[in-house]
Nanobody, 122 residues
Framework: QVQLVESGGGLVQAGGSLRLSCVAS??????MGWFRQAPGKEREFVAA????????SYVDSVKGRFTISRDNAKSTVYLQMNSLKPEDTAVYYC?????????????????WGQGTQVTVSS
């Protein structure tokens, strides 16, 4: 049974920080990523990382503020979110696939978590 479970979301003031975690089970994955979806908006790419961590990609709007990492021994990927802005408010989803290349479109990921809500107040 393949399962991805996110945690770490919550309510934070602008300028604050949160760390999201995603624990994977049932399969060994290659690239893993984070996406987010705000009300009335399309699901958008946030960050992704290869299994070894040798390749990392971020959407321009989070560069310098967010850091993606993974611990393969714990089958967990993290998203450290600093200097949060109200426009970061969204449901954040963990995504995974068996492929080795980083993908930035939702349709290319096979497995998804249920999402965790991040709300940033001004």
């Amino acid at each position: 049974q393949v399962q991805l479970v996110e945690s770490g979301g919550g309510l934070v003031q602008a300028g604050g920080s949160l760390r999201l975690s995603c624990v994977a089970s049932g399969r060994t994955f290659g690239a893993m990523g984070w996406f987010r979806q705000a009300p009335g908006k399309e699901r958008e790419f946030v960050a992704a990382i290869t299994r070894s961590g040798s390749k990392i990609s971020y959407v321009d709007s989070v560069k310098g503020r967010f850091t993606i990492s993974r611990d393969n021994a714990k089958s967990t990927v993290y998203l450290q979110m600093n200097s949060l802005k109200p426009e970061d408010t969204a449901v954040y989803y963990c995504a995974a696939d068996s492929g080795v290349l980083i993908r930035t479109t939702p349709n290319l990921y096979e497995y998804w978590g249920q999402g965790t809500q991040v709300t940033v107040s001004s």
